[in-house]
DNA sequence: GTCTATAAACAGATAGAC
DNA sequence: GTCTATCTGTTTATAGAC
């Protein structure tokens, strides 16, 4: 269940990813989906039925296709810093490759915060593992303590966001896609920094 | 041009507001806007002729009344630490009151960018003041040198994204609304903490 | 100005030939 | 499996009565 048979099945789910996560659920078109793929209509009902199931291979496809990989990192016994720098790191380097997931992750789930509970909870992260270091290094003189909620809200903001509000960010600073490249590779030691500096232990 | 004149345009308009803001544009049904405002569906169109008219006096309507408050914060001569400070807690009772305006226009812009040109340059912030004061606050060893645009993005990131993620961060966190509240809350103090402590000068 | 009724266009889904 | 043609329901938009 849930896996990918034919090669047109796999066509057609591949363009199906690419027009929802660009449009969305609501402003995705199944024609379109259909003409991205180079086929006929009915044979995406033919594959997957209808539109909402269709959506729904989607969006666990994206979700499982990140999640594991930052949770890996989050439960691994990776000393703190290390794991903020990992973490900023591989979080930027999946979302430069598909730009759109962090908005369309988002998006839906605020238009149906139902389908968290199932594609989030299948793997969720074990925070308890973070929190430990966090207490430790804070007992320990080296941090100043901090909430594993806001650490981890502050992580994902600083790297989320920014791709979210491309747009906004270009017409403000008025960068071309190449500035933003680069503005995003500053990002992977920026953010790190930004993060630990926050927290470390003054002299 | 673009004013609100008789009491049955103010009602449709605000239900409009509420309920774009809330679906967007392309999950947006002018029946459910018309249920909203209590009124018949031929009523939005003899005042707004269509959807998509609508919609733009939204989209200016939601960024006239969240923007130049921002911009005039930045472009003020405020002291550097009392600017973020300002900033950060202007911006997160704006969200705070509103927190579907984050997601919308992200999430709007990226679906359409040229509404961006005219709603943002028609009140575009001005740069060089925070960037002279940041040049400033350098050169004197105040604080260690970050570009401009990393600066407000990372402003932007911290307080921004909470509220977009919202659902996600219930979820992750156990969360209730109240939990939410109270998360929302301290990052009125954590946010501007968060950003001086990562450019502060340590002795 | 506000309504009901209806047109017109669109989008998802199915039937049936090949 | 893949196509064309078509149906059904939805959604925007207009016509016209009051």
């Known amino acids: 269940m849930g896996s990918i048979d034919s090669k047109t099945e796999e066509i057609i789910f591949r363009a ?14 199944m024609q379109e989906i259909a003409d991205e793929a180079g086929i006929n209509k009915a044979l995406l009902h033919y594959y997957f039925r209808n539109k909402d199931k269709l959506f729904d291979r989607v969006f666990r496809d994206v979700v499982k296709s990140t999640l594991p990989q930052l949770i890996g990192i ?23 490759g598909n730009p759109e997931f962090a908005g369309f992750v988002f998006h839906e789930l605020s238009r149906n915060p139902y389908r968290l509970l199932e594609s989030l909870k299948e793997s969720g992260p074990n925070l308890r593992v973070l929190e430990n270091q966090i207490k430790e290094a804070a007992l320990s003189g080296k941090i100043e303590y901090i909430p594993v909620t806001h650490l981890v809200v502050n992580m994902m903001s600083l790297i989320a966001l920014p791709f979210i509000a491309q747009p906004v960010i270009m017409g403000m600073f008025s960068m071309n896609p190449e500035d ?3 503005f995003i590779r ?18």
Chains 1, 2 share one sequence.
Do not use: C, W
């Open 16 to 29: 199906a990813r690419k027009v929802f996560t660009r449009k969305g659920f609501d402003g995705a078109r």
């Open 180 to 182: 933003f490249d680069a």
């Open 186 to 203: 500053e990002r992977k030691e920026l953010v790190p920094q930004t993060i630990i500096h926050s927290i470390i232990k003054r002299p």
């Open 74 to 96: 989050m439960n691994s016994d990776m000393p703190l810093f290390d794991k903020i720098r990992t973490f900023t790191s591989t979080y930027i380097d999946i979302l430069s």
